[in-house]
Each structure stands twice: as structure tokens, then as C-alpha cells.
């Protein structure tokens, strides 16, 4: 069983900064693919970014992409997203998790085998 556990979360004013991290508990992380996903209020569960196990493919939901950064660090077991040019709409419970597919960077939340807790990140205007 992997355990994950997000951090980084908080209140920022839109146009800010905040970086996620999700540390695993498990060292064989660094053989899968890792997802963020995010539940605003009253939403359902949405895709936020993925990389592969080793790092050199990350893939990005629209609504994110060129504002949002994943990365990881497996030597620290490590994933982390970065989020600059924060807006409200981007107001939610962030969730990190794991895929044990290794080939194919993966969107739907169902296909995926490990849920951190969440960490809240609230955007003000």
C-alpha cells in the first residue's frame, strides 16, 4: 500500500504563487506515472497534470497549461506542482496520485491506484 500526503496548499491572492508536494511513503514510486487532480465545491473531480516515472513527460488540462508545473524527485519520492498566475477559478481541494500504468500518461482520476488526502488551495480576487 502506498500512502501520499499533499502539502503546500493555502490562501493566495489572485495573480500568486503557490507549489504543491506529494511525498510518498513507498521508494518503488519512482517506477510510476503520477497524476494531480483537483475538486473545486459542488464539482466533480478534474484532471490537472501528469508525468511519467522518469520525468521527461508531463502532460497539462488546458484550463493549467502554461501556468502550472509538475515535476518530481524520486530520489526524495516526490512530486511536486507548481502553480504561478493563480485565479479563482482554481479554487479547490488538490489531490495527488498514482498510476501504476507506465507507458501512457493517463486523465481519468478512476484509472488510478493511490489518493493522497487533498490540500486546500483557495484563490481570493
Known amino acids: 500500500q502506498v500512502q501520499l500526503v499533499e502539502s503546500g496548499g493555502g490562501l493566495v491572492q489572485a495573480g500568486g504563487s503557490l507549489r504543491l508536494s506529494c511525498t510518498a511513503s513507498?521508494?518503488?514510486?519512482?517506477?510510476?506515472?503520477m497524476g494531480w487532480f483537483r475538486q473545486a465545491l459542488g464539482r466533480e473531480r478534474e484532471f490537472v497534470a501528469a508525468?511519467?516515472?522518469?520525468?521527461?513527460?508531463?502532460y497539462y488540462a488546458d484550463s493549467v497549461k502554461g501556468r502550472f508545473t509538475i515535476s518530481r524527485d524520486n530520489a526524495k519520492n516526490t512530486v511536486f506542482l507548481q502553480m504561478n498566475s493563480l485565479k479563482p477559478e482554481d479554487t479547490a481541494v488538490y489531490y495527488c496520485?498514482?498510476?501504476?500504468?507506465?507507458?501512457?500518461?493517463?486523465?481519468?482520476?478512476?484509472?488510478?491506484?493511490?489518493w493522497g488526502q487533498g490540500t486546500q488551495v483557495t484563490v481570493s480576487a
Open positions: 496520485a498514482v498510476d501504476r500504468e507506465t507507458i501512457v500518461l493517463r486523465t481519468t482520476g478512476a484509472l488510478y491506484d493511490y
Open positions: 513507498a521508494r518503488t514510486l519512482s517506477r510510476y506515472n
Open positions: 508525468i511519467s516515472w522518469g520525468g521527461g513527460r508531463t
